[in-house]
C-alpha cells in the first residue's frame, strides 16, 4: 500500500485529448486513497525534474490510480507527454490543498476553459451527485482544443459548448453564456465554478460580480514545493496573502488581486523559454531524451 | 605516536585554522568553503585537549557527545576507537561537525577558552565525521528485533535522528517523508557549500543500510495519510515536521515580482539546484541588488547564494556591479547567526546594514521591485529576550534601490500534519505542545520533537530532541507499564 523511496511510478495509460493536450493514468495508491475533486498532485519526471503541480482529473480508488490532464506549454510539460505507458516518473505526491466544497446549493455552474476543462470535470460530477442542478460551460480557443464533452454532458443537465474562432459550438468566449445564465434570473444560480487560464477566470469574476454570484476560481500559481514551505504561490486577497498549495487551490475569485496574479505569473516567462531551447538542444544531442538515464 | 605532553605544553599548541577556500575563488562556486583537516592537524589539534576530569565541553552539547573520549582515540591514531566513541551519542558526525553553533556549546564552554582558543571540537568531528563516511568502520547495529512499529513523520534533524535511535533499539521504523528526498531542512535550506548534499545522503543511507529503516518519500501526513491512521499502523509515532512555514513581513508590496521567503529561494537553489539551471528544470531569478532581510543563519545562508548566483550571472553575461545587502534593524553584536557564518558572508563581501528597518517595498509600472524603503533604527532598552530594543529614529527615511528583497524572518510549523489528529495540543504559535525532556505530546503514543515543537532553532538542538524522545518511546515499547 506504502511505497517506497527506491520506487518510481508506473505510468499505466496515455491518451492524446488533443494535439496539445494529454491524458496520463498514473499508478499512486498512496494518493488516490483520499484523493478528492478540486485537490492537485507534484509530478517530477526525473532528478533534473521541477516539481509540477497539476490539478486532479480524476482518481479511482480500487485501482490506485490518478489521472492527470496537462498542455504542452513548458519543457517539464513537454517532456511528460513525450513519456510512455511503462515508463515512470520520480516523484508523485498529494493530494494537496483543501477539495471543492461540495453540497447540494440549488443550481451551480460550472465553466471549464480549455485545459481547465479536465479539473472542472471530477468537480461537476461531485456537485451533480450532491443532487445539484449543474450547467456546464466548456470553452478552448478552437475546435480541435476542445476535449471531454460527453464526459461533461453526462455529468450535466445542461451544457453550453463554445470556440473563441465558432469552429465548433457557440462563437464566443464563455464569459457570455455566463452572463445570459446570470440574466436571467429565473435560473436561480447559487454558486459558479470557473477553471482555466488565469486571464479567462479574471474575465469571468468580472461577469458574475454584479449579479453578486458566489465564484470560485482554482488557481495555479508558480510553486516550487507544493507543500506550504516556499510561498512562492501567494496571491493577494481582499483580507490579505494566501498560499495557493495550502490555502487553496480555489477561491473565492471576486477577492482575488488579478491583475498581481497575472503579473506574478509571468515572473519567468524567460526561463521557462530558455528551458524549452535546452530541452529541444537536448534532445538533438540525444542527452536526456525520455528522461530515463 | 607523539609522546605524552604535559598540559603546559599543550596549552602552547596554538589553535588549528580550517582550510577553507578562498573567498575570491568560492564566491562563484557552489562547492564546499570549509575543507577539512588533514589527519596530521586533526592530530595535533586533538592534542591540545586537556582531558578534564570533569569536562564541561560535554554539558555544552545538546546530545552529550563524549568528547573528551573521542578526542583521546583521535590523537592516539585510533580511528576506530573515536568513531565508536562518536556514536555512542551522535549518529550524525559529519553533519553536526559541520553546521552545529559550536561556539556556543561545545566549544563555548571549553576551558581553553577561558584564557585562550577552545579545541576546535567541530572541526574533529566533522574529520571524524568524514573519515566513517569513507571507511564504514563501524556500521550502526540494530539489536535484536522487538516486533514494534514506530512511524517518524519528516526526515529531518529531529526525525532521521530519532529513527536512528530507535532503529539501533530493534524497532522496525517507517520514516515519512512529504519532499521528494530525505533530509529535510539539510537538503533543502542549508546550501551545499556548507553541507554538501553527498554527506547528507552519505550519513542517512548508511544509517537506513544499517538499520533497515524504510522511507516513503512524497508521503503528505495529513493528507496521504493522517496521524490517526498511522496510529492505526504503527505502535508509536514521532512528529519531526520542523517549522517550514515562512513568515512575511506585514509591509507594503510583499507580493510584488522579485520579493520572494528565504525559503523559496533556499528551496529553488538547494533542492532544485537552480543554480544549475537550464541542466536542472528549476530557475532561479535573482536581480543585481538584492536585499535579504534578517541576520540569522537562513539570512547569511541565502545572502551567500545569492553572493554566488551573482558571480555565476557575472560570469555568463558580464555586465554592471552586482551587490548583496543584509538589513537588520538590530546592531552588530545582536546578529543571530553562527559566528563563522556571518564571517564567511562577510569575506564573500556581503554589505551589512545594520540599524536599519524596511518599511515599505516599492514597485516600478511593471510591479517588479524597485527600491526597499527604510527607517534608521537605534538601540534602547533591553527588551523580553534580553537584547537592546530596536527603536526607530524619526525622520531618518531612505530608499535603498533594490531589485530583489529575501525575507529571513523566521518560519513557523506547517499546520497540515495536524489535520485529523483529535487531542494533540498545540500552542497560540501554532508548535505541537509537547514535554521538552520526553517530547510526548497531549495525545497518546505521539511524540514530537525539534522545531515543530520548539520554532525554529538549530540541527542539533532538533537532534537532541529526537534523541531524547527516542529514549522515551523505546521505554514505551519494552515496557509500557513501566513508562507510564
Known sequence: MIRSHEEMYAILKKEALTPVTKLMEIAAPHVSRKAKAGQFVIVRIDEFGERIPLTIADYNREQGTITIIFQELGKSTMHLGRLDPGDTVASFAGPLGHPTEIENFGTVVCI???????????????LKEAGNRVISIVGARTKNLLFWEEKMRAVSDELIVCTDDGSYGRKTLVTEPIKELLENTGNNVAKIWAIGPAIMMKFVTVATKPYNVPTIVS?????????????GCRVLLDEGAQFVCVDGPEFNGHKVDWDNLLSRLSFYTDEEKEAVEHYHKCRIDGTRAKGKE | MMAELKPAERMKIKRHEMPNQDAHVRRSNFDEVALGYSSETAKEEAGRCLQCKDPKCVLGCPVGVMIPQFIKALREGDMEKAIEWMKVKNNLPAICGRVCPQESQCEGNCILGK???????????????????RHRTCPLVKSQKTGKRVAVVGSGPAGLTCAVDLGREGHDVTIFESLHGPGGVLIYGIPEFRLPKSVVSG?????VECLGIDIKTDHVIGRSFTL??????????????GAGLPSFMRI?????N???????????????????????????KLGKKVAVIGAGNVAMDAARCSIRLQALEAKKNG??????????????????????????????????????????ILGDDKRNVRALRCVKMELGEPDASGRRRPVEIRGSEFEMEVDTVIMALGTSPNPVVFVDAAGLERTIHGTALADQETGRTTKRRVWAGGDVVTGAATVISAMGAGKRAAADINTFLKDEAAWE
Open chain 2, 252 to 256: 507594503p508590496g510583499i507580493n510584488l
Open chain 2, 228 to 241: 490517526d491512521e498511522l496510529l492505526n499502523e504503527f505502535d508509536a509515532v514521532f512528529i519531526g515536521t
Open chain 1, 219 to 231: 488557481l495555479n500559481t508558480i510553486m516550487i514545493d507544493g507543500t506550504g514551505m516556499c510561498g
Open chain 2, 319 to 360: 555586465g554592471d556591479r552586482r551587490e548583496v545587502h543584509i538589513v537588520y534593524r538590530r546592531s552588530k553584536d545582536e546578529v543571530p547567526a553562527r559566528l563563522e557564518e556571518f564571517h564567511h558572508a562577510e569575506e564573500e563581501g556581503v554589505i551589512f546594514c545594520f540599524l536599519t528597518s524596511p518599511v515599505e
Open chain 1, 112 to 126: 471549464g476553459g480549455g485545459v481547465g476543462i479536465a479539473p472542472i470535470y471530477p468537480i461537476a460530477r461531485a
Open chain 2, 203 to 207: 550519513e542517512v543511507n548508511y544509517a
Open chain 2, 115 to 133: 584564557k585562550g582558543e577552545s579545541v576546535a571540537i567541530g572541526r574533529l568531528e566533522r574529520f571524524v565525521g568524514d573519515y566513517e563516511l
Open chain 2, 258 to 284: 522579485g520579493v520572494m521567503s528565504a525559503n523559496e529561494f533556499l528551496t529553488r537553489v538547494n533542492l532544485m539546484k537552480a543554480y544549475q539551471f537550464p541542466a536542472y528544470d528549476t530557475p532561479v
